[in-house]
């Protein structure tokens, strides 16, 4: 079976429409960040704290804020928002910003204990839903003891942790409704069910997540991403120049930049949020986008060996028309995974699969109307500032990249 | 061909049987499997759930605390000489930035003693540099060096006494270290795989522990009222009574009669460590500051034969006989176990923080969203492959099955790597997986795409294959080049997120080159070998 046996598409031709779409595009973006929704930042840039609860029921998203409001410590505004993603139930996420250390750490500290004040228990007993194992061993030892439950202190432990991997694994995902419940799990007799029952209770809701970044390492976290990601661009764009010509490794970088930004763009139009898993997300959808301009690259590389004689555009032509069974089948491959990602991958991986989506879909096409265009527009460039009669000192370098590249010693 | 061929497949063979045994050791069972699966592939915070806290070290308390030190001693050392002072205090400096300008201010020194003030400072405090401001007037700063010095003591100290606590807890690899860049923000990573509860672990970071060297006054006995009555129900001036912590199945209690001022506290305690001395007995030397030494020594030699308890917060870990004068190091004998001596060492070094710490950055992944992610991402990642492994059977036959075998042995091998290296699966490192799972296919889609376009040209099979690999290679080359270059730039300057993508990404590429050129070449060669003069190819 094969798809595309010697196509013959003028790709380079249709360009300005793709180069359009893409402005469009950017300028959607942009518009979006700069009028309507602005980017929609995740902990790791917003400084503060951010806690994840999920709740047995509907959250009752007005009485949070109420209690919140109440609090005497916390300082700043709390806001509390119903978490739907994909797979997410009845989570909400409550938080709050500061701009210092001190503050931020006592709002988060009484964040929870403003949800245990409103929702949990007072008499003293331990939140199962909420306990650690070190914090549940502890509490049941002793009482296990005085009830003549005869247990080993790895007997314990691994009791301990049975149930709370059974209070982690869905459907329960870290909320167990009843005690009874608990039967299933190895190891629970009558006796430890009845410690258990006068030692805990359950409260409605389960902390899944706390984040807070203070404002330095949140500055810092952020400059060294930005950073990094910036030298990288370099370093490759160094490599490209050393082994084809300055010029591509300049379009192969404009047309990341290009895709970067057009994917951060529609994050702000569909309005995700922006954590550190989308950056990883977007370093990458520059190896890919990367990946397929080289290819591109190299293939136009091998046909100018071969065709002196030929204008660079056929050539590149050639080449896209050459690669392009190859294109379609490893952008169509990877973009098969990545859709999987995104349908089944969880709240964890829906922004980073949503970047993906986005970016294989752009990266692709990026190396095809972008970076392509941008070599054959210097070279086109370059041919008619050199039929113009020059300085000497201007033509003088510019005869050796005329060796590296034959296609301006056309016509 | 034939040697080569058989070479090549040896070291396939040879490097597949090593990577499966890095990911699953030699399992007895099936639930032995999944177990040696676990242990060797580690997982992140991010996806098992855990706490991850970045804390600052408030170097500047330790700053402040030397220059009390000083000051103390600075007024002692006046009064013998005779010289006198109007006032004497230092500033106040609250943020870790400015510990460098902890200054001492002494006003009012008069203009007759100014030599000899100046020349005990310079004699007797040569760690500190002396600026007259006018004539009566003087500050005083730690020297540049100093400062370095003192403030990496106090963040190694801070590290040590944190990582002895956390151990107390009895977690699976807990891991505290030197955070951010070493000389100017005094970062400390603490993480703690599984701990849902950070408040707890704050607690237990935050407290500070507070460690005695006290003087035993009276004691033991069974218990508080016991100790009172001894005395006619009224405690002695300046002491107190202290609980001893209750040794292995030991019965009852001990109580101590103990003085209410520590000779030394947790603040000069520099070093303490288990040995075996004489007739192979267990027993913990320590190592205290200068100043304490000097304190120590002049107690010591007025105590020979009298009691010593060592208490942390108030109560007793040890009780030990003065038996010689000990200055600046001492041990402490008779012990019954290494245990003992081991545990008593870690007590003596778990002294108080030497500086307050301030929380940065908290991440705390309950173990339940961990289960989550996991789950959904395995799913998911099952569901994908699968369409991939499907689309390339369909499209490319034959030739099909030998990519799919390249990207499963691609995935083997990199999970191996990471077991190997003990490097952490985070979920950007997921992100450097799937990118390299991405080029893994592209690299096999090269080939073959160029194989079928050689088989177009009209060449023969052999040919065409190996022109469609040699063509292939320097476009695999530059590709997997252009992306390792930018993975050195990420890891260099990156930090956590972006390095463990950097990594399993350079890890996964080099996986590639080796599986896509190397492994799917041999088995071509391999169905080739048979017949010389194969008419036709399945892809």
Not at chain 2, 56 to 69: E, F, H, M, Y
Not at chain 2, 173 to 190: H, T
Not at chain 2, 459 to 481: E, L, P, R
Not at chain 2, 515 to 523: E, K, N, P
């Amino acid at each position: 079976m094969q798809l595309f046996k010697n196509t013959d598409f003028d790709f380079l031709g249709k360009k300005w429409p793709f180069i359009i779409a893409s402005l469009v595009l950017t300028a959607a973006g942009f518009t979006s960040i700069g009028v309507k929704h602005g980017l929609k930042y995740g902990i790791d840039f917003k400084e503060g704290v951010l806690m994840t609860v999920k709740f047995a029921y509907a959250p009752p998203l007005d009485q949070i804020r109420a209690a919140m409001a109440s609090s005497q410590k916390i300082k700043g505004e709390v806001s509390v928002q119903n978490f739907t993603g994909s797979g997410a139930e009845n989570e909400v996420e409550i938080g709050t910003e500061a701009q210092e250390e001190g503050q931020l750490n006592v709002n988060r500290q009484d964040m929870q204990d403003v949800l245990n004040a409103r929702w949990g228990q007072t008499g003293g007993k331990l939140d199962f839903n909420n306990s650690s194992q070190q914090a549940l061993v502890e509490r049941l030892r002793d009482p296990l003891a005085r009830a003549g439950v005869a247990m080993s202190e790895p007997q314990l432990q691994k009791l301990v942790q049975d149930s709370l991997d059974f209070r982690d694994t869905p459907p329960r995902s870290g909320l167990v409704a009843k005690f009874s419940d608990l039967s299933s799990v190895p190891g629970i007799n009558p006796g430890i069910m009845n410690t258990l029952q006068q030692e805990c209770y359950l409260a409605p809701f389960h902390i899944l997540k706390v984040e807070m970044v203070g404002p330095k390492v949140g500055a810092e976290l952020r400059n060294k991403a930005v950073l990094a990601t910036l030298y990288a661009l370099a370093g490759m764009l160094a490599y490209i120049w050393f082994r084809f010509e300055w010029i591509y490794g300049l379009g192969a970088v404009i047309a990341c930049f290009h895709d970067t930004l057009i994917t951060i763009g529609l994050f702000s139009i569909f309005n995700k949020e922006i954590s550190m898993t989308v950056i990883a997300a977007l370093l990458t959808l520059v190896g890919y986008s990367m990946n397929d301009t080289i290819v591109i690259f190299d293939r136009i590389r091998e046909n100018l060996k071969m065709s002196r004689r030929e204008p660079l555009e056929k050539v590149m032509n050639r080449a896209v028309n050459q690669t392009l069974s190859r294109t379609v089948m490893t952008s169509g491959l990877t973009f098969l995974t990545v859709i999987a990602l995104f349908i089944w991958g969880g709240p964890v991986l829906h922004g980073f699969s949503f970047a993906l989506v986005c970016g294989i879909i752009v990266g692709t096409y990026s190396s095809v109307f972008i970076a392509s265009p941008i070599v054959l527009f210097w070279h086109n460039y370059t041919d008619r500032r050199k039929r113009r009669p020059g300085p000497p000192l201007a033509t003088a370098p510019r005869q050796e990249t005329a060796r590296k590249s034959p296609a301006r010693a056309v016509r | 061909m034939r040697t080569n061929l058989r070479a090549r497949t040896v070291v396939i063979v040879a490097t597949i049987l090593i990577c499966v045994f890095g990911i699953i050791d030699f399992p007895r069972s099936a639930a032995d499997l999944v177990r040696n699966v676990k242990s060797n592939i580690h997982l992140g915070l991010d996806l098992k759930g855990g706490s991850h806290l970045v804390l600052q070290v408030q170097v500047q308390d330790a700053v402040k605390a030397d220059a009390d030190q000083t000051m103390e001693r600075l007024q002692a050392d006046l009064r013998k000489q005779g010289v006198t002072w109007a006032s004497m205090d230092r500033n106040d400096p609250t943020r870790v930035e400015d510990a460098d300008n902890v200054e001492i201010y002494i006003k009012g020194v008069p203009a007759t003693q100014t030599s000899a003030f100046r020349e005990m400072i310079n004699d007797r405090y040569p760690t500190y540099v002396l600026t007259a401001q006018n004539s009566t007037d003087y500050s005083m700063r730690l020297k540049p060096s100093e400062l370095v010095a003192l403030k990496r003591d106090t963040v190694e100290r801070t590290i040590q006494t944190i990582s002895n606590r956390i151990n107390e807890l009895g977690l699976t690899e807990p891991s505290v270290q030197q955070y951010g860049r070493a000389g100017d923000q005094y970062q400390v990573l603490v993480q703690l795989p599984g701990v849902d509860d950070p408040a707890r672990v704050k607690e237990l970071i935050g407290t500070a522990a507070v460690l005695e060297l006290t003087k035993v006054e009276d004691g033991p006995f069974p218990s508080r009222e016991a100790a009172l009555s001894q005395h006619g129900g009224v405690l002695p001036l300046n002491t107190k009574l202290a609980k001893a912590k209750p040794r292995g199945a030991q019965e009852g209690e001990e109580w101590y009669l103990v003085g209410k001022t520590p000779v030394i506290t947790g603040r000069e305690m520099r070093n303490a460590r288990a040995s075996q001395g004489d007739m192979r007995k267990w027993e913990t030397n320590f190592t205290l500051s200068p100043d304490g030494g000097k304190r120590f020594g002049r107690f010591t030699e007025a105590n020979i034969g009298n009691k010593l308890a060592v208490s942390l917060d108030n109560s007793l870990v040890s009780v030990a006989v003065i038996e010689s004068k000990i200055e600046d190091s001492g041990r402490i004998e008779g012990l019954s176990s290494e245990d003992e001596a081991v545990d008593l060492s870690r007590y003596l070094r778990s002294g108080s923080l030497p500086a307050g710490v301030q929380y940065l950055e908290e991440r705390s992944i309950g173990p339940s969203l961990g289960a989550d992610s996991i789950h959904e991402g395995l799913v998911a990642g099952i569901a994908g492959l699968l369409a991939v492994v499907t689309v390339m059977l369909v499209y490319y036959k034959r030739s099909g099955v030998n990519a799919v075998l390249a990207l499963v042995l691609n995935t083997v091998l990199l999970m191996a790597a990471l077991s190997y290296f003990h490097a952490v699966l985070t979920l950007p490192g997921i992100a450097g997986v799937i990118l390299t799972i991405g080029m893994a296919v592209d690299s096999n889609v090269l080939i073959f795409e160029r194989i079928r376009e050689e088989l177009r040209s009209g060449k023969a099979v052999i040919a065409a294959v190996d022109t469609g690999f040699n063509k292939a290679w320097w476009t695999i080359v530059d590709t997997h080049v252009t992306t390792i270059v930018s993975c050195a730039f990420l890891f260099l300057f990156g930090e956590g997120p972006v390095r463990g993508f950097a990594v399993t990404l350079v890890i996964g590429l080099i996986a590639n080159v080796f599986t896509a050129v190397f492994v799917s070449r041999t088995i071509f060669d391999y169905e080739l070998s048979g017949h010389r003069r194969m008419e036709e190819l399945s892809i």
